[in-house]
Structure formats: structure tokens, C-alpha cells
């Protein structure tokens, strides 16, 4: 089989897949919605499996589709990256490359980037610093920051990665999502608070992301970080309000469940701050490009 030949096919799918839309991948790849569906057309019958299910509601992946769409959108990331390399007189990326980020990155976003940035650029040699309280990356002598929540005030560079909710979770052996209607039934349980929480519980209804009420509820147990507030919910022990991609590969094992799925806590934004005031190194660009697809790829889990 000559799989080279379908390489623009993977190239499109993956901008379908990315943007839910044959309409907005066409404008990102300059082409017609017609080639754009011919492409993913071709690549289905080349493969002989359904990649995308079309429906009322617009499109959804296929199982075959998930799995092809993630080597898809680093393959793009890839090309992308070989063009910049080639009009670029920097020599290939290397010695240390020092990084900070939350707990809540740490698994399924930093390390999975770091671990495919270290294929890329064997000589890079990445010191990383899972931290929830801010450093400075110049005092700290960091190459890079994922930051969580509103930016202070800086002479850094921030790039957007994407924004994230908090949503209420416990084990399935502590409380069955049926029992709860509303959120003053969460006021009898035990409430794990993560480092970042006051001492009070907010929540707010899901279609509407700013507004928040009070509970009057006070913290069960509270931790520093976040790993210990997850091993404490996964041990049953009460119910937490965590960020949505942190929790959602134990949702899907059916290790937690997501309580009151109308409501959420706050609202999260994530940065990707740097210090180069001119262009950006490669391997800075490109860590870039695998923290915001992990992180994607993180939150259509937790969804």
C-alpha cells in the first residue's frame, strides 16, 4: 500500500476534525467545502472505515476517527514545523529547556508533550517544575510557563492555549449522581478542596459561565495539590470540583462520576508564557503546538 499518496487527505481530516467543520476547514486551508469533502471521502474509502458521523447536529469522530486523528494533528504540527525549520539558520534545538507548570497539566497535557518534543529534538534536555504557585520564569531561570487563570501584568509573551470549567466529581462507592437534583444536596457530603480554593464552594448553572453562587458548605479535607485531592475522591472519601480535563480519564474508566452535569465552578483560562521578545525558538514553537493539542485533546475527554 502507497500511504504516502494520502498524506493531504490525513492533513485535511485533521482540520475537520479539529474545527467540527468542513465549511471552517475550508477556509483555514484555502480550499473549496466540496475538495475539502472529497479529500475525507477518499481517505475513508481508501482506509474502508467511517471516519466522521455526520448528523443534525453537525459531525462527531468514529471510533476509527479518534484514533487516527491524534497522529493526524501531530503530523500537521510536523510539516508545519519542517517548513519553519528550513527557512530558519538556527541549528537543530538543544541543551536545557526548563519548564513550569500546574498539577492539573502534569499527566495527559505537559508530560505527553515533553515526551514527543524529546523525539523530535533528542538533544533538547527538558527540566520540568509541577508547581500551582506562579514562578517567575527570569528569577527562576524557566524557558516556559503553562499558566492557570487571569495573567498579571508582565514584560512576558503569552500565547492562549484554550479555557477549561471546573466540574463536581466523586467515586461511585461515595454518592450516585442520582441522589443529587440540586447543589444544596452537596451541603450534607464531604467537600476535598484543591489548594487553589477559598473556603467557600461556588458553583453555577452550565449555561451561564460567569455567574456564580455560594454554598454554604465548608472544606472536609483540603491538600495542597491536586494529585492528593484526586487520590482522595478516586478512595471515596467526599466529592471535589476540579478542572474537567484533570478528571477526565477516570470518567471514562468509571473510576469517578460527574455530579449535578448542569452545574460547574470556575471558569479557567491557560497561557502559554515565554520570554523571547523576537522570534520564538523551535522547539518553543513547537512545544506550543503539543501542550495546546494535548490539552484539546484532554478537554474532549472530560466533556
Known sequence: MNNVKMLPALLVFAEVAKQQSFTGAAGTLGM????????????????????????????????????????????????????????????????????????????????????????????????????????????????????????????????????????????????????????????????????WQDETLSVGQSNDTEALCKLDIRPFIRSNSLPCVLDMTLENMGFALLPEFAVGGAIMEGKLIRLLPGYHGRHWPFYFVHRYLGDKPLHITRFYQLVSHFFTRARQLGA
Open 32 to 195: 473549496s467545502k466540496s475538495g475539502v469533502s472529497q479529500q475525507v471521502k477518499r481517505l475513508e474509502g481508501y482506509l474502508g472505515q467511517q471516519l466522521l458521523s455526520r448528523h443534525t447536529r453537525g459531525m462527531s469522530l468514529t471510533s476509527a476517527g479518534h484514533k487516527l486523528l491524534t497522529r493526524s494533528e501531530l503530523l500537521s504540527g510536523q510539516v508545519n514545523l519542517a517548513f519553519e525549520e528550513l527557512s530558519s539558520s538556527k541549528e537543530t534545538p538543544s541543551g536545557p529547556f526548563s519548564i513550569t507548570a500546574p498539577h492539573a497539566c502534569q499527566k495527559d497535557i505537559v508530560v505527553p508533550a515533553i515526551k514527543q518534543l524529546c523525539i523530535e529534538f533528542p538533544k533538547l534536555e527538558p527540566s520540568l517544575v509541577i508547581t500551582d504557585e506562579p514562578m517567575d520564569l527570569i528569577r527562576n531561570n524557566l524557558d516556559v510557563a503553562v499558566y492557570a487563570g487571569d495573567l498579571r501584568d508582565s514584560n512576558y509573551r503569552a500565547l492562549p492555549i484554550g479555557g477549561a470549567v471546573e466540574i463536581l466529581v466523586a467515586g461511585p462507592g461515595y454518592v450516585q449522581q442520582a441522589a443529587l437534583s440540586t447543589p444544596n444536596d452537596l451541603i450534607p457530603l464531604h467537600w476535598i478542596t484543591a489548594p
